[in-house]
């Protein structure tokens, strides 16, 4: 039991982390906002309640959290310790992969629309984009994070308007176990409907 809590709360963590970022980007970018909120109308309507399902119809929504994904990797620094001699331990940075300019086009700019040209999976069988990891040790929690980030951000955004609050957005990151906002986001949101 302690190993599927231990697992739990590092999904957990990831996902808020993940979410908190996703905000980030979106109160930086307000037309990135108003985009995510004409497909949720368009889709949705004003007033309706959103499902798992209505998240497969919201390819925008999906391009935003995966350019995310890219920037700003909740678990920037993955362990592949099985691949190699007892003993070693080797780290891959997909932070730095997932910035290169010899892999992405102007990699320092939060741009979702890069995936319309190119839609690079994030489930770890593209590794430019393998936040989750790849192969036979792959995050076996991958499918839960999309799906609970996915369906929270499109009720957030469905629902309110969101702006930086007073002190603004700091995108500085802090590295530990996970890749973090160095100050909590602080916005505030006002009702759509």
């Given amino acids: ?100 300019p010899a892999v992405w086009a102007d990699p320092s700019t939060f741009w979702p629309e890069r995936f319309e040209e190119e839609d690079v999976s994030v489930l770890g069988g593209d590794l430019r984009l393998a936040p989750f990891g790849a192969g036979r040790r792959v995050c076996p929690g991958k499918t839960l994070a999309l799906a609970t980030v996915h369906l929270w951000l499109a009720q957030l955004l469905h629902r309110f308007q969101w702006a930086p609050a007073d002190g603004g957005v700091d995108l500085t990151e802090r590295l530990g176990m996970s890749l973090e906002m160095e100050k909590p986001l602080v916005c505030k949101p006002t009702p759509r409907w």
């Fill in 1 to 100: 039991m302690g190993l599927l809590a231990s697992r739990l709360a590092c999904l957990t963590d990831t996902v808020a982390i993940l979410l908190e970022w996703v905000m980030a980007q979106i109160v930086l970018h307000p037309g990135i906002q108003s985009k995510m909120q004409a497909e949720l109308d368009a889709v949705m309507g004003r007033g309706h309640a959103i499902s798992n399902a209505d998240v497969a119809r919201l390819p925008y929504l999906q391009r935003v959290v995966k350019e995310t994904l890219r920037v700003h990797p909740p678990a920037p620094l993955l362990s592949w310790a099985r691949l190699i001699p007892a003993g070693t331990t080797a780290m891959v940075n997909m932070w730095a992969v997932e910035h290169d």
